[in-house]
């Protein structure tokens, strides 16, 4: 049979498990593939005929270099590339790679935001394969590269990257899992991984205009501009038909995501004009990270290619639909069931309820740090604006699922027990899911559905490391409590029984089913007293409060110093971000919008004289009102940048991470918005001919 285009060319360029199995010495393969499937550590021995095995099938495809790739704190990729080379000693070369160069690197890298972790430790910064994710080549205008993916740490160990503790907590959260699984008999369980699909939401514009606009150029969203007479009222764009010249990038994407091994699944026109969308299906949560972090790499690169930029911004216009990346999860066991799955016996019910309960607890009781997880800069624009969640944490079941949890907690056993006898724990009640899962519910920022839940919440240009890492934490810690409980427990169906219904009974606050973007929810969960955090400033003292470094501790995932570390850095980004953006703003102000705005009042007063002098008689009320509204408009946007420039300089001058970001929300950002709204009203009035900047109809709908 002919092989389809995309089965010749998926995963060409990866030393996947095929690769492996066709280039390493058997026992080598072998011994490998413990190593990754049981988490135990490397041999040496086993690191060099891997890294021989490597390069030669690196060579064999033009690779010149390699590097160790790593994602430190600043959300993005990095790498540093060496080349093969070593000298023959007559003047020649040959071409080397050796095991330790392929298990441990050192790019010193000591720009990266540590937090201040480098400077009270050890300055050096180490890099360690993760053999769970595999190697990769990527080509460039600098030639073929092979990638080793890795974490990245300090000396001593300390974490100074995103996938370090993702990894930890993948290991924290089987631990605990597979505890619960023995008591339900399932001795066949070795590990339980977390898996992950993460859909990628992203704007794209004409090339030439991004390049006309300063504030998309550095920071990745309009600060300025008024919205068209069409916006995406007619949701005409949703799931419309694609473009040619998007669906030729799209083309290109998938080609590019497949040979990289990137199963991208699905693509389509999202609400607001220009907004896509690429969902690949889901894999192991620190694959499913390094692959949408290579999707948002490739985002950038193809759309050049294709006269466009890609915008992955939360909030690249405002007043339409911004970017999220839905974070699907589960936890899925060795022996390929999936825990959240509902299934079809009751046996299996009970447990899949202890796990939901497991999650509905971990996710009411860590709210805050949830919230943090899925916070950016960006994001503080998204949450709660439109056609997106709100910045309050509940969790959708759908009907059928609230249904059975509420006869659960008000009714207990002997109330569900409709055909008589001894009833386990509810679940003849359990309504077979699989017809007719859930309702689609957009508006919830925690989704169940059907046999995963969707973090609808998580920003779109960030890891999702970060997000994964406090589910999986968050869920360990209370697995691992209900384990300590039904372990000691005489009678476990009883006491597997009275647990679900106890925790579904304290959580049941968090549930919500209706409309997420709807006021009346916000006056609701205030009563719930289920937390709303606007910022992200405001939500990062969840990462150091007490019980987050608890839980944190317990589970080996990060340390106290670590989750410091990580606060004091975001702190930090936020603050950078907002400075960025202030000076831009400041920028395209001084620069360009109001030497228009007085070029075109000076036309405005010309054609006033004139029209004056060639008939002294004539009404030139409507220029004259014109030139009024624009010069006081004029007056206050000069006022707004004095303030703004003054009070960035304020911000600048503070020391403190916390209280500089706190100054930059409270002070910075309201004035960023006045001089925005004096602005944007400009541009409503001023000609458009004047205006020095392409406009939202320019952007959004010229693609
Ligand atoms: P929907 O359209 O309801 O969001 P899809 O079936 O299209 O659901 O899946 C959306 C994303 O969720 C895809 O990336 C998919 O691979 C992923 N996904 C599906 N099942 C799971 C699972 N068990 N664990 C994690 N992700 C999953
Ligand atoms: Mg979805």
Known sequence: MKQSVIEEIFAM??????????????????????????????????????????????????ATHYTHWFQP?????????????????????????????????????????????????????????????????????????????????????????????????????????????????????????????????????????YLKREDLIFTGRTLFGAMPPKGQELDDHYFGSIKE??????KELNEECWKLGILAKTQHNEVAPAQHELAPIFSTANIATDHNQLIMELMKKVAKRHGLECLLHEKPFDGVNGSGKHDNWSLVTDT???????????????????????????????????????????????????????????????????????????????????????????????????????????????????????????????????????????????????????????????????????????????????????????????????????????????LTDEKTIAIFEKHHVLSKAELQSRAEIHYEAYAKAINIEAKTMIDMVSKQYIPAVISFITKVATSINQVKMACAEADTSVQEELLKKCSNLLTDAKKELEELKINTNKAGEKTNGKEQAEFFKDVVVPIMEQLRAAIDYLEMLVGKEEWPVPTYADLLFEV
């Open 73 to 209: 704190m600043t959300g993005i990729t990095a790498e540093k590339h060496d080349s093969f080379i070593a000298p023959t000693g007559d003047g020649g070369v040959i071409m080397e790679f050796s095991g330790k160069e392929l298990v441990k690197g050192e790019p010193d890298a000591s720009s990266f935001p540590s937090g201040g972790l480098r400077a009270t430790f050890e300055a050096r910064g180490y890099t360690a394969w993760d053999c769970t994710s595999p190697a990769f080549l990527k080509e460039d205008a600098a030639g073929v590269t092979l990638c080793i993916p890795t974490a990245f740490c300090a000396y001593t160990g300390e974490a100074l990257d995103k996938k370090t503790p993702l990894l930890r907590s993948m290991e924290a959260v089987s631990d605990q899992a597979v505890r619960i699984l023995k008591l339900f008999g399932h001795d066949e369980v070795d590990t339980v991984s977390c898996s992950v699909g993460a859909e990628q939401e992203y704007f794209l514009v004409d090339r030439e205009k």
């Open 336 to 542: 390929g069931k999936n825990l959240l799955d509902p299934g079809k016996t009751p046996h299996e019910n009970v447990q899949f309820l202890l796990f939901l309960a497991a999650v509905i607890q971990a996710v009411d009781e860590n709210a805050p740090l949830l919230r943090m997880s899925a916070s950016n800069p960006g994001n503080d624009h998204r949450l709660g604006a439109n056609e997106a969640p709100p910045a309050i944490i509940s969790i959708y079941l759908g009907e059928q699922l609230e249904d059975v949890i509420s006869q659960l907690v008000e009714t207990g056993e002997a109330k569900s027990s409709k055909q008589g006898g001894r009833l386990k724990t509810g679940v003849h009640t359990l309504p077979d899911l699989n017809k007719d899962a859930t309702d689609r519910n957009r508006t919830s920022p925690f989704a169940f559905t059907g046999n995963k839940f969707e973090f609808r919440m998580v920003a779109s240009s960030m890891s999702v490391a970060g997000p994964n890492t406090v589910l999986n934490t968050i869920v360990a810690e209370v697995l691992s409590n209900m384990a300590d409980e039904l372990e000691k427990a005489d009678d476990f169906d009883i006491a597997v029984h009275d647990l679900i219904k106890k925790t579904l009974s304290e959580h049941q606050r968090i549930i919500f089913n209706g409309n997420g973007y709807s006021d009346a929810w916000i006056e609701e969960a205030e009563r719930r007293g289920l937390p709303n955090i606007r910022t992200m400033v405001d939500a990062i003292p969840s």
């Open 13 to 62: 360029d990866v030393f996947n498990d095929a690769a492996m199995k066709e280039h390493l010495p058997k026992p080598v393969y072998k011994k490998l593939k413990e190593t990754i499937e049981k988490d135990v550590e490397l041999d040496p021995e086993i690191a060099s005929a891997v890294a021989h095995a490597m390069k030669e099938w690196a060579l064999e495809r033009g």
């Open 245 to 250: 010249r998007v669906a030729s990038f799209m």
